[in-house]
């Protein structure tokens, strides 16, 4: 009876049963109804309190991220930062992740135009969420230097990479919207 802590236990022990014990026992010998109606209410509550927890439990749970769902476009994720800077980051840096693991990172170099460096990425699947693993590697943008952070809410995820020059950069999936 671990299941649901120790305040739901002490109801069922000390409450529910004694009260399904007398009201069946009062069912029993007055064969009045109004025992058994209130019996069925009793049960009846006490199933639709437990079936609303379960209903709102899951619908208010963090996403399973599976490798299916990392694959696809980032962007930069700018309702964590607004501003100039949010702005001109989204402008300059995306990546993707292929179904070949690799991450095709995109960023505007000096002449204003996009460089992709392509870099072989790992899928983590021995968690919950599964993971991206890029590695650590100095001689890669400052961005992508070391892997990200996963952060998941309850209807989408964010990689947030740790960045010596801007701090966290955080990136989003970029949804298709028809």
Excluded: C
């Excluded at 671990?2 to 026992?25: A, Q, R, Y």
């Excluded at 204003?112 to 899928?123: G, H, L, P, Y």
């Amino acid at each position: 009876m671990l299941l649901f802590g120790f305040g739901f236990n002490f109801l069922m022990l000390f409450v529910i049963m004694p009260s399904t014990i007398v009201l069946t026992l009062l069912w029993a010998i007055t064969r009045k109804m109004i025992f058994g109606k209130l019996l069925g209410l009793m049960w009846g509550g006490l199933l639709a309190l437990l079936l609303l927890g379960t209903l709102l439990h899951n619908l208010n749970r963090k996403m399973k991220v599976t490798k299916s769902k990392i694959y696809g476009k980032y962007v930069i994720d700018r309702s964590k930062f607004s501003g100039e800077q949010a702005e001109w980051q989204y402008d300059n840096f995306k990546f993707r992740i292929t179904e070949k693991n690799q991450m095709l990172f995109s960023y505007k170099g000096a002449d204003k135009e996009f460089k992709t460096d392509t870099i072989k990425v790992s899928i983590l699947e021995r968690y919950y969420s599964h993971r991206l693993e890029i590695g650590k590697d100095s001689t890669r943008h400052h961005i992508i230097q070391d892997n990200p952070t996963l952060y998941r809410d309850i209807w989408n995820f964010n990689y947030v990479f740790k960045s010596d020059k801007f701090g966290n950069v955080f990136f989003k999936k970029k949804r298709l919207i028809f």
